[in-house]
């Protein structure tokens, strides 16, 4: 169930919300709503930040408490999940629809849901796949990944897509935080592998600006590995399409430690991952991919 891009502002009417949390992301979200058409009730802990949005037609309301009572449908967009509760704390939200864009893990986002239920609103988790600059802005690509409630996101899927794309991944309110944090967490390896390349040449008559063609196209053209990775993870076969093995790339790992040892450049990015290998290939699985390492971290045998 998934919206791509924002939608078009040209429809009426538009439905009425509250947004509590007006910092870099929340101003972005209310300014989206605001220029859709919606008529937005905006609360803020330090009053001041909100002001910027009043002027653009935004009520600023003096308690989170009032502003939950303004509308219907609530959105939170605050720091981490203690501020939803804190910033909840004392309102009636029964009849209401709670959606959570605050970054969060699984475990919270199921919490909060009960906790939201208990108090009889709907709700919905949010894990927000972009910054501040995205949203809004038509074709940026920025997303948001919904858990939950599937009959208060089929209600109010226009009115969340005005900001950016929806993509509603299931009853289980968890799962929006959990899609969230495993696209950032391999966004983060990512990223800890082209540190190291630009350490690597970082000593060398190599300009950084340069390298970064040859470096982005490589890792292009290795991404959709993703999809044999899938596909041997549902099939259980480890060993189903494998072009370099497992004992060929722990092989290949020496390599990559010499160079970094020559070119002056601490492994320790590298060598959690290359340990993993090891660890495998020790079990007798030199025949598999890299997939099998999902088992190691997952039971830790």
């Known amino acids: 169930m998934t919206d791509n891009a924002p939608v078009s502002s040209t429809r009426t009417p538009r439905t009425p919300l509250t947004l509590l949390g007006t910092g870099a992301m929340g101003t972005a979200l209310a300014r989206a709503w605001l220029a859709a058409g919606h008529p937005v009730t905006v609360w803020n802990r330090t009053p001041a930040r909100a002001e910027a949005l009043a002027a653009e037609g935004a009520t600023v309301a003096a308690s989170a408490a009032g502003a939950v009572a303004a509308n219907r449908l609530v959105i939170a967009c605050l720091l981490d999940d203690a501020s939803v509760g804190e910033a909840l704390d004392g309102a009636d939200l029964t009849g209401r629809d709670l959606v959570n864009l605050t970054t969060g893990t ?173 660890r495998r290939l020790a079990a007798g699985n030199g025949h598999e991919d890299t997939s099998g390492l999902v088992d190691l971290l997952t039971t830790g045998s």
């Open 106 to 278: 699984p475990a919270q986002g199921r919490a909060r849901a009960a906790w939201a239920e208990e108090r009889g609103a709907r709700f919905l988790d949010a894990g927000i796949m972009a910054v501040p600059p995205m949203i809004g802005a038509a074709d940026s690509g920025a997303y948001v990944f919904y858990s939950g409630s599937a009959a208060l996101f089929e209600e109010h899927r226009d009115t969340l897509a005005v900001p950016a794309g929806t993509s509603y991944v299931g009853a289980d309110p968890g799962f929006a935080a959990l899609h969230d944090v495993a696209l950032l967490s391999a966004m983060e390896g990512m990223f800890a592998g082209i540190t190291h390349a630009f350490a690597l040449i970082r000593r060398e008559d190599i300009a950084p600006k340069d390298f970064a063609p040859l470096l982005q196209g490589w890792l292009t053209a290795m991404a959709p590995m993703v999809h044999t990775a899938a596909d041997q993870l549902e099939s259980g076969d480890y060993g189903k399409g494998v072009v370099s093995n497992l004992a060929m790339q722990v092989a290949g790992n020496a390599t990559l430690l010499r160079t970094a040892e020559e070119q002056g450049v601490s492994p320790e990015l590298l060598t959690p991952y290359m340990a993993l290998m090891e």
